[in-house]
Antibody, heavy 113, light 111 residues
């Protein structure tokens, strides 16, 4: 069974950095891009960027460029998303996902002073 | 970049068929695959259609996807509606630089 399991909820102060993990199982990690998606409370889905686990190449959405870093560790079949300079508007659920398969369960990040 | 426009909401009765549209603002809808995701309340999204019209294993054949170049849009059709189909549905596609774009989402009510 294909599974994407994300790390737990985080509470951060404005200006801090958060790093979320997404461990995959049930398929070959390097076969598919891994995407990260933001969903603010009551809002739609917003694409943040992707990593190609095969070579580590990344592509970021313009909105998050400069603040987001997405990486993939093929030794542990885990993808990571790091978001820096957090502000209240970054309070959201963050998902890892492949294009054609399952999504992670989501990680709630709350940014509050 | 381009936008994907979906109706804000649709509603239909159990057993009926509903179609949700997703119109691409610029560039050809046929140039890049379209995916569709279902998000039930309080749950993470799941993939119901990928590569325009492919169903992941476990997704019932009541779900189908298509594209129409004449209207530059993609469609998700759900037949034999069940109350469990009530959810938000999002289309997604990408550009030549591999940037993904999501539609704004459509709330499906089955009443």
């Amino acid at each position: 069974e294909v599974q994407l399991v994300q790390s737990g909820a985080e509470v951060k102060k404005p200006g801090a950095t958060v790093k979320i993990s997404c461990k995959v199982s049930g398929y070959t990690f390097t076969d598919y891009y891994m995407h990260w998606v933001q969903q603010a409370p009551g809002k739609g889905l917003e694409w943040m960027g992707l990593v190609d686990p095969e070579d580590g190449e990344t592509i970021y959405a313009e909105k998050f460029q400069g603040r987001v870093t997405i990486t993939a560790d093929t030794s542990t079949d885990t993808a990571y998303m790091e978001l820096s300079s957090l502000r209240s508007e970054d309070t959201a659920v963050y998902y890892c996902a492949t294009d054609s398969g399952p999504w992670g369960q989501g990680t709630l990040v709350t940014v509050s002073s | 970049n381009f936008m994907l426009t979906q109706p804000h909401s649709v509603s239909e009765s159990p057993g009926k068929t509903v179609t949700i549209s997703c119109t691409r603002s610029s560039g050809s809808i046929a140039s890049n695959y379209v995916q569709w995701y279902q998000q039930r309340p309080g749950s993470s999204p799941t993939t119901v259609i990928y590569e325009d019209n492919q169903r992941p294993s476990g997704v019932p054949d009541r779900f189908s996807g298509s594209i129409d170049s004449s209207s530059n849009s993609a469609s998700l059709t759900i037949s034999g509606l069940k109350t469990e189909d009530e959810a938000d549905y999002y289309c997604q596609s990408y550009d030549s630089s591999n940037h993904r774009v999501f539609g704004g989402g459509t709330k499906l009510t089955v009443l």
